[in-house]
């Protein structure tokens, strides 16, 4: 298993942006995806990005406001957010598997970060 950091998160306006970042000393190896947990929701998968940086997939809710992206030379994938709104509030977390699947599903990945807050409230 990967030891995954996740960074980044904090408290924006509704309409502002956010990155996330996911580090790990070997992350250009594995496909990443970003999952997200609401108090009282279940944990629902976001965004992944293949270890190629060619292959990206995307949760309905969240297309065309976030972006997935990786720097494999720095081990690092980000979810870029913009336009956020008040129902993006969640704990984010990144997860890794060793290839890629466009499945959000939880139960796909086996390694995962310790989440970060985020909130958008005004």
């Known amino acids: 298993q990967l030891r995954l950091v996740e960074s980044g998160g904090g408290l924006v306006q509704p309409g502002g942006s956010l990155r996330l970042s996911c580090a790990a000393s070997t992350l250009q190896y594995y496909a990443i995806a970003w999952f997200r947990q609401a108090p009282g929701k279940e944990r629902e998968g976001v965004s992944c990005i293949s270890s190629s940086n060619i292959l990206t997939n995307y949760a309905d809710s969240v297309k065309g406001r976030f972006t997935i992206s990786r720097d494999n030379a720095k081990n690092t994938v980000y979810l870029q957010m913009n336009s956020l709104k008040p129902e993006d509030t969640a704990v984010y977390y990144c997860?890794?598997?060793?290839?890629?699947?466009?499945?959000?599903?939880?139960?796909?990945?086996?390694?995962w970060g310790q989440g970060t807050q985020v909130t958008v409230s005004s």
């Open positions: 997860a890794a598997r060793r290839y890629y699947s466009s499945s959000l599903s939880p139960d796909a990945y086996a390694s």
